[in-house]
């Protein structure tokens, strides 16, 4: 419960204009500073199974780690802080669940899910994604795309055979290279940037990214900011008004007040001879 008071939490799902069901699991838990979006794939309702099994298990996972360990040890051999190891393995470990009952359950053959999950602690975000669904960072009203997309179009950016505005216009852009659930081990990216005081984050599915320009993202963000709720809605809304081809998901989370990690351990020493 450190955190209550640090973030305000807005979530929102939708089916979109053409899809008969939504396949995007959300969830936020402001207390622990954590919020993950999944994109699941897959068809009937495997795709559903496959990002509300990820959403359930890493959120459960997270909460555990942070009720029992010290965020602020960091990893001497990789020099991946604990924030980003707790992430990884807790989405390396929704993979095996998702990808054993894929293939033990026959409904859900096939399934699969992208992911991107953020923690907050200590003044700074750790993000950890696998797949296309992104997560973007605005302050001081700019917008920025913290993730990069594992996907076979973003490869073709890299590679410079598209720039970023064509690759927007582009065909074919939901190609992942990368998803949950797929192959029994799955490589995770892991992400990790200060947080500030009024910094807005938006996590979404491609269901927003594919539907939306970047410059109309930041445009509502900065003429609604003030209600994360009516973001949500507009853009949801702006999506389905572009033809909502998909599901679409938003998580925003804004930065009330700077959260500087407790010296815990210290604490907790002091008070043993105290």
Avoid: W
């Amino acid at each position: 419960m450190r955190l209550k008071g640090k973030f305000r939490c807005v979530g929102m799902t939708d089916t979109g204009r053409v899809r008969e069901h939504n396949e995007d699991t959300i969830g936020t838990d402001a207390d622990i500073g954590l919020v993950v979006l999944a994109d699941g794939m897959g068809g009937y309702k495997a795709g559903e199974v496959a990002s509300g099994i990820t959403v359930r298990t890493v959120m459960g996972l997270l909460k555990e780690a942070v009720d029992r360990q010290d965020l602020r040890l960091h990893d001497g051999e990789s020099g991946i802080s604990r924030p980003g190891i707790v992430l990884r393995d807790a989405i390396q470990r929704a993979n095996k669940i998702v990808y054993q009952t894929a293939r033990t359950q026959s409904n859900c053959e096939g399934m699969g899910t992208t992911v991107v999950a953020g923690l907050f602690f200590d003044d700074k975000l750790t993000v950890a994604h696998v797949g296309d669904s992104r997560l973007y960072r605005l302050r001081q009203g700019t917008l920025e795309q913290v993730t990069k997309d594992h996907s076979l179009l973003q490869e073709l950016v890299a590679r410079g055979f598209y720039t970023p505005e064509e690759a927007q216009r582009a065909a074919a852009k939901n190609y992942v290279t990368r998803a949950l659930g797929v192959e029994p081990t799955v490589e995770v990216e892991i992400t990790e940037a200060p947080a500030q005081k009024d910094d807005v984050y938006l996590l979404c599915s491609d269901g927003l990214s594919d539907m939306v320009d970047d410059t109309d993202i930041q445009l509502t963000i900065n003429t609604f900011g003030a209600n994360l709720e009516t973001v949500a809605r507009q853009l949801v809304q702006l999506s389905n008004d572009n033809g909502g081809r998909d599901n679409v998901s938003v998580v925003l989370v804004r930065v009330l007040d700077a959260f500087p990690a407790q010296r815990g351990v210290m604490n907790r020493i002091l008070k043993m001879f105290g």
